[in-house]
């Protein structure tokens, strides 16, 4: 509701500029509430204003948002060459959150083809950022579930240790959506292990 305010406040001001930074936090927000066609109406539309005001760098925000909302909509293929512009402009714009969400959206269409080896490698430049920057929110790392999920088939020691990292933090800041996350990867790697 409050960035929709925004939204609505810099519309009324003619303020061009905040309306495509607007639209990716309100379609991010709306991926995470399982709204996918309005996410993707929100990314469209901020996309076509920070190209109009040419502002790269939201630009490869907003392409990173579309392939995340691919890979939880539309065919893997197309989240893959969405999200290989995506990074090349991540990497020229030095945009660290459009290569999080790129790079998010590109793990996720990886582990819906049952292709982990592609999901570990697509997701394992963000997971090294957050553990070296000490990311402790795991809403800000909704994504290292994806990848224990994908090292659960070929590397459990490797998925279990993740899995520690996260649900502590987890459970120190009382988060039960990742606690859940972490429940489901649990079973996951005991179901690999033989242990149904």
Known sequence: EIMLQLLQRARELGDESSVPYILVLLGWTECLQGDFAQAGRHGSEGLAHAEQVGQETLVAYLLGLRVLVLAHTGPPDEAAAEGKRALELAARTRSRPAEYLTRWGLGLAA?????????????????????????????????????????????????AELLDWYEGHARRLGRRSALASSARCRGLLAAEAGDV
């Open 111 to 159: 582990l819906s083809t049952a292709d982990a080896d592609e999901a570990v490698r697509s997701l394992a430049p963000i997971v090294d950022l957050a553990r070296r920057e000490s990311f402790a929110e795991p809403g800000a790392t909704r994504f290292i579930t994806d990848v224990a999920e994908a090292l659960a088939q070929t590397a459990g020691d490797e998925a």
